[in-house]
């Protein structure tokens, strides 16, 4: 048995059904991703993907979002399997890019004003909004900090560098996968 929807119940028990349209229908780049919720332990958030080709690129758009990566040394620590960590020993592993072993995942970053997180995978550049306050559920001034950076991303010339990979997700209300949440033009 394979689930096709989120139920409404589901998706509208943070916010109302009017709430939840007006999001998804005023946002382009980010995208509204709802909890699977349970034992997964995942809130909701804001997704945007932005897709890069080369590292040059890689570096040359996150120096349009105002992000420097930081370098690691060949010989950084990591931690090892199996091995027990308290929390602080843990934090102290620094988390390389895949493809670039040489270079550290920004995480928590301020991107264009904003606090934000970031994480590069193979291909693309993946910008997060959550509530800072309760990482479960999302508010108005979350949504907002979304319009802002939406702007600021229309300036900087990323239109043309969407990914939109997640649009088949059950959890991301895109109209692939729920158009009846969407205006029709």
């Not at 998804?24 to 909701?44: I, P, Q």
Request: proline letters at 3%; a negative charge; hydrophobic letters at 35%.
């Amino acid at each position: 048995m394979s689930i096709d929807k989120l139920s409404d119940a589901w998706l509208f028990q943070e916010h109302s059904k009017e709430t939840v349209r007006r999001w998804v229908n005023n946002l382009h780049y980010f995208y509204f991703r709802r909890a699977w919720g349970g034992h997964a332990n995942d809130g909701d958030e804001f997704i945007a993907k932005f897709s890069y080709e080369t590292r040059q690129d890689l570096l040359s758009k996150l120096d349009r979002l105002g992000i420097q990566l930081n370098k690691l040394a060949e010989n950084h620590p990591k931690p090892v399997t199996g091995k027990r960590y308290t929390a602080d020993e843990f934090a102290k592993f620094k988390n390389a890019i895949k493809q670039f072993a040489d270079l550290e995942q920004p995480g928590h970053s301020i991107v264009l004003g904003h606090k934000a997180f970031i994480w590069i995978s193979e291909t693309t550049i993946d910008i997060t909004i959550i509530n800072p306050e309760n990482p479960y559920s999302l508010t108005e001034k979350d949504f907002q900090i979304c319009l802002d950076l939406e702007k600021e991303f229309d300036v900087i010339g990323f239109s043309n560098f969407i990914d939109r990979s997640l649009e088949k997700n059950l959890c991301v209300l895109s109209a692939h996968k729920y158009p009846e949440l969407f205006d029709v033009d």
